[in-house]
């Protein structure tokens, strides 16, 4: 019943910065906690970021500290990843993700209840 749709990925140099949105849209009444994953070929899909409901909690993994930036616009149902100083390594496809429970997104992949089908992000040297 919870659709979510990732969009914004493209091909960015070292250095540059992109945003990536997730719209979530269905029965969006449940207040989720929301995240972001990502899979780099040949790798497990790895935990990137999360954010609480009301965006007063935030927790990022630590290659991305510092760097990369997760919100959300609860009225126009809307999360976003703001990434700055991209490395080649950040190379990925992008998945959102929510979850009920704040403490089952942050715990890795199988606390996730709706994925998105992702979005490409390539970052050249």
């Known amino acids: 019943q919870v659709q979510v749709v990732e969009s914004g990925g493209g091909l960015v140099q070292a250095g540059g910065s992109l945003r990536v949105s997730c719209a979530v849209s269905g029965r969006t009444l449940n207040t989720y906690a929301m995240g972001w994953f990502r899979q780099a070929p040949g790798k497990e899909r790895e935990f990137v970021a999360a954010i609480s409901w009301s965006g007063g909690t935030t927790y990022y993994t630590d290659s991305v500290k510092g760097r990369f930036t997760i919100s959300r616009d609860n009225a126009k149902n809307t999360v976003y990843l703001q990434m700055n100083s991209l490395k080649p390594e950040d190379t990925a496809v992008y998945y959102c993700?929510?979850?009920?429970?704040?403490?089952?997104?942050?715990?890795?992949?199988?606390?996730?209840?709706?994925w998105g089908k992702g979005t490409l992000v390539t970052v050249s040297s």
């Open positions: 993700a929510a979850a009920l429970k704040y403490s089952t997104i942050v715990s890795g992949t199988g606390g996730v209840d709706y």
